[in-house]
């Protein structure tokens, strides 16, 4: 059993930068790759970026990739979403989520724990 908890959201203007924290408990962080996911009002779920467990196999999304990044420390647990240049159609609930089983899983299936999401709002 793996606990992720996602932090950093809040309410931002456009053009401003967040960073999203995922602090992981329970078995070994560094065993899992982390994926970070957002679902906007009424839409799917959809994928933002993902991490080997080692700090390697980054992948952001190509509509996202340059002003997202995605990075960890295995050290503290703890996995990042570093948020530039943000825009009105960013805003959504951010999840992250922890795998075992693969690498540069890009959808949700791919993941076997979930955060309960921190709330992205940017306002225009």
């Known amino acids: 059993q793996v606990m992720l908890a996602e932090s950093g959201g809040g309410l931002v203007q456009a053009g401003d930068s967040l960073r999203l924290s995922c602090v992981a408990s329970?078995?070994?962080?560094?065993?899992?790759?982390i994926g970070w996911f957002r679902q906007a009002l009424g839409q799917e779920r959809e994928f933002v970026a993902t991490i080997g467990r080692s700090g390697g196999d980054r992948y952001v999304t190509d509509s996202l990739s340059g002003r997202f990044t995605i990075s960890r420390d295995n050290v503290k647990n703890t996995a990042y979403l570093q948020m530039n240049s943000l825009k009105p159609e960013d805003t959504a609930v951010y999840y992250c989520?922890?795998?075992?089983?693969?690498?540069?899983?890009?959808?949700?299936?791919?993941?076997?724990?979930w955060g309960q999401g921190t709330q992205v709002t940017v306002s225009s």
């Open positions: 989520a922890a795998g075992a089983y693969y690498t540069r899983g890009v959808r949700p299936v791919h993941y076997e724990y």
């Open positions: 329970g078995r070994p962080f560094s065993n899992y790759a």
